[in-house]
């Protein structure tokens, strides 16, 4: 073959794969995977004028039906093992006229002291409240000390008991307890007990002030069971 006719050959077959590569650009369909540009929207605020003159937009709201709760413990009033009793509403009623829920201190004070049982006839002995000056600050410590032991049985917290224990116990000069007595019971031998055991644990306690020229130190004293807590005074 000549050299002239080859060249022809070569550029013809070069130029026909240059015009298939340029309509396959073309015609062929391009991949689907390509990003749309994001249209820019401007938000405009119209004025109140404009909006009245709109027309509502109605809103359909499909009905919900809401089931009716039933009062807690209404299916338990058969007695199961978690049954819950019934609210007493006269007891409600005696709380709303107390200082409930929530005692202040007035109110613990006033509450201790009114049951409080009277000195026997020749007895000496005061209230942790007393206002006479000397015993005031040894009252105060002794009032933190029993406090920080003291404190309401579990039992009786969940089963909802309360109420006063009031004793009466000696301090010797020396710190050590003497004589510890039930004066009045709350009414429940474990709120009782609880009350004469966190003096029994609280002591040794400071020893008597010289000062004082006491053998002994008699204290009646209240221990209020209370939502929970408990307090000395």
Do not use: C
């Not at 209230?127 to 406090?147: A, G, H, M, P, Q």
Request: aromatic share 8%.
């Amino acid at each position: 073959m000549s050299e002239p006719l080859s060249l022809t050959k070569f550029l013809l077959i070069s130029l026909a794969f240059h015009v298939l590569l340029f309509a396959a650009a073309l015609f062929l369909p391009k991949p689907s995977g390509s990003q749309r540009e994001a249209t820019p929207v401007q938000i405009v605020n119209l004025p109140r004028h404009v909006l009245k003159r709109l027309p509502p937009v109605e809103q359909k709201v499909p009905p919900v039906s809401i089931p009716s709760p039933k009062r807690f413990g209404e299916d338990m009033e058969a007695g199961g093992p978690q049954a819950v009793p019934k609210p007493d509403h006269r007891s409600l009623e005696e709380h709303k006229q107390g200082p409930l829920p929530f005692l202040t201190q007035k109110d613990i004070d006033r509450l201790a002291r009114k049951g409080m049982p009277p000195k026997k006839p020749g007895e000496e002995s005061v209230t942790l409240d007393t206002d006479e000056f000397k015993f005031i600050s040894y009252n105060r410590w002794l009032k933190v000390k029993v406090e920080s032991i003291l404190h309401y049985p579990e039992l009786a917290a969940i089963t909802g008991l309360s109420g006063v224990t009031y004793i009466r116990f000696d301090i010797m000069q020396d710190g050590s307890l003497g004589q510890l007595e039930l004066l009045k019971s709350s009414g429940y031998k474990i709120l009782d007990d609880e009350a004469l055991e966190a003096i029994r644990d609280s002591a040794p306690f400071q020893p008597l002030p010289e000062e004082w020229s006491m053998e002994r130190y008699t204290i009646r004293a209240a221990v209020i069971f209370y939502l929970s807590k408990a307090y000395v005074r």
